[in-house]
């Protein structure tokens, strides 16, 4: 049996996402994610382009050897284009694999370590009714925790925050189509600084201290600014602050770490096991914020959270919305399958995308599950993806009331 054809299928049902199609010669089919957000093109081309023509033919059950061959044999290392497209491949052989055993994936990958996977969701509100508001909704809907942004008062539009006004909203989408070029947004972090503690503060005296509460810096503090962010924000017992620095400068970490017990979570950009070297070995991080679809793979994810394991490192694998279904299925099976899983990011795609991909996943009281079909357990529907024409999407630039382009 060999690989007999390799298909890229871009889709916009809302928002752009690229899906790579593997069949092989006796039918089966498998599906792998490489959505890149706003780069999405280039990774379609590196797998139609160049991918496509080396995988004719191949052995779809050498598994390792495939990641290898494509990772080795580019002599080009890393990078998230490089790394989105053998993420995709990967994810296709996999299913494939699992579909050929007649078991989901997660039986592959060891079995089962829990009965669900608890996830995060995502609430904001431009102001504290609004957030107060999308928190009441979340906890309704059975979330036990929550990932909190807010407008900062002088700051128009930022990162993190729906635009759409008060209540729960499931497609928030930081990508937008403003055309040619992104749109742009502003920053100040010494506002930021000072208002958002008081938020935490605001939210367990109305939620209490079970909800497990989490916060995205996105890229933009110093190492003493991250710093001062994470003790100040201590009392109100973070579940984890998220990219608290930008992401390159893995000693940052060490700075933070001096100061605060807060819980620090890492990695939605990096695309290597390499980029967490410092962070995992040196304990700087908590949790391993990566994205299947951007990090080569369930193959490479599971030597990384193996890695992340032996220094007590837990997962929380990046899932929002710019990551297809497929690539949250694949998420979803690692998670029930590792022992270090720690939670589980969960954007809940728009009904568009939901009749592209058809899901088996299901929903109980803030707990996923990947469900038992054999393989991924997601199927794309190729004549409902063929009415969502791509359109150019980017994410915003951001700048400093001064003009300065800052980390968005
Ligand atoms: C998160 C992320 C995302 C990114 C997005 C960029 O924690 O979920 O920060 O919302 O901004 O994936 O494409
Ligand atoms: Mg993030």
Redesign the pocket.
């Known amino acids: 049996m060999s690989i007999a054809s390799v298909d890229v299928i871009v889709t916009s049902p809302g928002r752009n996402f690229v899906t790579l199609k593997i069949t092989t010669s006796d039918g089966v089919v498998g599906w792998g994610d490489a959505t890149l957000?706003?780069r999405e093109l280039s990774v379609a081309s590196y797998l139609s382009d160049h991918l496509a023509s080396m995988l004719i033919g191949r052995d779809e059950d050498r598994i390792e050897d495939t990641w290898q061959y494509l990772y080795r044999g580019a002599y080009w290392r890393r990078g998230p284009v490089t790394m989105a497209a053998i993420a995709a491949v990967d994810m296709a052989l996999w299913d494939i694999k699992a579909k050929k055993a007649g078991m989901p994936l997660y039986q592959l990958l060891g079995g089962a370590s829990r009965d669900g996977v608890r996830v995060y969701a995502?609430a904001s509100g431009t102001d504290f009714e609004a957030l107060s508001n999308a928190i009441t909704g979340y906890r309704e809907l059975g979330f036990t925790a929550v990932?909190v942004q807010t407008g900062v008062p002088g700051l128009g539009q930022i990162?993190?925050v729906s635009a759409a006004g008060p209540g729960v909203r499931y497609d928030y989408e930081?990508?937008k189509r403003s055309g040619d070029r992104p749109a742009e947004e502003t920053w100040d972090t010494r506002q930021y600084l000072n208002h958002m503690p008081g938020v935490f503060a605001k939210i367990r005296e109305e939620f209490g201290t079970d909800l497990r509460l989490l916060h995205?810096g996105?890229h933009r503090m110093s190492p003493i600014e991250a710093a001062r962010f994470a003790k100040d924000v201590e009392p109100y017992d973070l579940f984890w602050l998220?990219?608290a620095t930008p992401g390159e400068d893995q000693t940052a970490l060490r700075l933070i770490r001096q100061h605060s017990t807060t819980p620090l979570a890492i990695g939605?950009v990096f695309n290597t096991v390499y980029d967490y070297q410092t962070l995992i070995t040196e304990r700087l991080i908590d949790y391993v914020?990566s994205?299947v679809t951007h990090t080569g793979g369930i193959t490479a994810m599971k030597k990384l959270l193996d890695f992340a394991a032996i220094y007590g490192i837990r997962s929380g694998i990046?899932?929002?919305t710019?990551?297809s279904p497929v690539g949250m299925a694949a998420a979803l099976h690692l998670d029930l399958a590792i022992h270090n899983f720690g939670i589980q990011?969960y954007?809940p795609h728009n009904e568009q995308t939901l009749e592209v991909f058809q899901t088996s996943f299901t929903f109980d009281k803030g707990f996923l599950h990947p469900g038992d079909q054999p393989g991924l357990g997601v199927e794309l529907d190729e004549e409902a993806a063929g009415a969502f024409e791509y359109t150019k999407a980017y994410?915003p630039v951001n700048r400093l009331l001064d003009g300065t382009v800052h980390d968005w």
């Open positions: 957000n706003g995502h990932r990162y993190g930081p990508a995205d996105h998220e990219d939605e914020r994205a990046h899932g929002p710019d990551i990011e954007m994410l």
